[in-house]
């Protein structure tokens, strides 16, 4: 039997920052990263390698560098079983490590609609984080002209886009009234779906498919509506499941939607046992509900407070709930959101007023590449606390968003914000009377001075 202080399963996102952060705060302590993939590939990135990228090749994590140089050993193999009275886990080859504590980054799979007539058809595809599926997906998809893609999430939009960009035909299909639906109110998704058209894809919405049809490979689908559209493949984007099987069937608790429970320190009901990112439970920094929210910056984040709490607890490194921060990329416009959006936060009850400003990105706006920016904000009506931020404009709205997600991490209020300091520059932000976050701020403040109700 092989023994390590720290075993780690999974070498994606979340398992490779928990090992590396394990490593810098216990240096003494061993640890190992079992992993099935010879290279990890970048999660983000590989709606982009149908695309800008071109390749899987230029899409990997240099996991095994920051492994090597960490002192963070590596073990090539499928996980079989975990035996937490004898604190093992045994492998598909019959390897049997022993640790002392374990970390679970297993990730998740994509949903795969078994009621959906036709999903098993040649050419009907998923988008999982398997180098090997997509290669063979991406040479398949050469051959084709028209292809449909299911589900307009962020995945969805973004190979959308990319497999546009190559010339081909793309529709895009989506049962809720607009792309990006879950994440965005309605007046960003609108922005975004009126780029998508602009750039060639079709976008059908608010209707879902009945049927995907052909005899042994896939020739179109049926919508709920009647309607059939022809497509030589078809790509299947509505959602990922947790990879919870091993925890379950190690007798750890998992909630209804099959996430291992976790608590602040992410650990899981036995504390030598922990889980992060896709796998691991997540509820939301504002309303306390769990969250299916499923990203590589929350994952990063759960695997720093599990790799810093690995053998000591420390009351003030813990995971407090996500903020759930998005951000895609259509061309040169960008699309961010953090926190809740407006309609979520009215579904909750809660009493808010939003603040909205359109403004530019740099001053003047003469400048050849300034952009529009949009930014809104939600915010408590008698708190004043910013529960929540959505922007568009040009590719700097990506840490615009990101500081959004800050300001509502620490529970800022809208005079916070007007009282902060920024620091501007023509070629590099918006002019400082007209910052469109401070102008949006100066808009809630109105609303809640004057008692109005949006």
């Known amino acids: 039997m092989k023994k390590t202080d720290v075993l780690i399963i999974g070498s994606s996102a979340a398992g490779l920052v928990a090992a590396v952060t394990g490593k810098r705060y216990y240096r003494d302590k061993e640890i190992t ?39 963070v050993k590596v073990h090539h193999g499928e996980v079989k079983a975990i035996d937490r009275l004898a ?6 080859d019959g390897t049997l490590f022993g640790y002392e504590k374990l970390v679970l980054g297993t990730g998740s799979t994509p949903y795969k609609p078994t009621w959906l007539p036709g999903v098993d058809l040649e050419n009907v595809f998923l988008v999982p984080k398997d180098r090997n599926y997509l290669d063979l997906m991406q040479s398949k998809l050469a051959d084709c002209k028209k292809i449909i893609t299911i589900g307009a999430g962020f995945i969805g939009v973004e190979i959308s886009d990319e497999l546009n960009k190559t010339g081909k035909q793309i529709t895009l299909v989506e049962k809720l009234p607009h792309i990006l639906g879950l994440a965005f109110d309605e007046d960003i998704s609108i ?17 879902g498919v009945k049927e995907i049809f052909g005899k042994s490979r896939v020739e179109g689908i049926v919508l709920e509506d009647g309607r059939r559209l022809e497509a030589d493949a078809v790509v299947l984007s509505i959602g990922y499941l947790p990879n919870s099987g091993l925890a379950k069937e190690a007798g750890l608790e998992v909630n209804k939607k099959g996430f291992i429970k976790v608590d602040e320190y992410m650990r899981t009901e036995d504390p030598d046992i922990f889980a992060v990112g896709d796998c691991a439970e997540k509820r939301d920094f504002v309303t306390r509900k769990p969250s299916p929210v499923m990203l590589a ?19 003030i490194k813990t995971f407090s709930g996500t903020i759930s921060i998005f951000a895609t990329a259509i061309g040169d416009r960008g699309f961010g959101v953090a926190g809740l959006t407006e309609k979520i936060a009215r579904g909750e009850g809660f009493d808010i007023v939003t603040g909205v400003f359109e403004g530019v990105d740099r001053h003047p706006g003469t400048l050849n590449d300034t952009q529009k920016q949009f930014v809104k904000l939600v915010v408590g009506r008698e708190s004043g606390v910013i529960l929540g931020g959505e922007t568009s404009g040009g590719l700097s709205v990506g840490e615009l968003t990101n500081t959004i997600g800050i300001i509502i991490q620490n529970r800022m209020s809208i005079n916070s914000l007007l009282t902060a300091q920024i620091g501007t520059h023509p070629l590099l932000t918006a002019s400082p009377a007209g910052y469109p976050l401070l102008k949006a701020a100066e808009d809630a403040s109105s609303k809640i001075l004057n008692g109005l109700s949006k």
Request: hydrophobic content about 40%.
């Open 33 to 71: 990263v079992i992993t099935m993939q010879p290279s990890t590939l970048v999660p983000c990135g590989i709606p982009y390698i149908f695309g800008t990228v071109g390749t899987s090749e230029k899409d990997i994590m240099p996991a095994e560098k920051m492994f090597e140089s960490t002192g």
């Open 87 to 92: 604190k093992t886990v045994t492998l598909m």
């Open 191 to 207: 922005r975004a779906e009126e780029l998508l058209r602009k750039r060639g894809v079709e976008l059908l919405t608010g209707v």
């Open 297 to 315: 910056s929350t994952a990063c984040a759960e695997a720093r407070i599990a790799g810093m709490n690995l053998f000591k607890l420390s009351a």
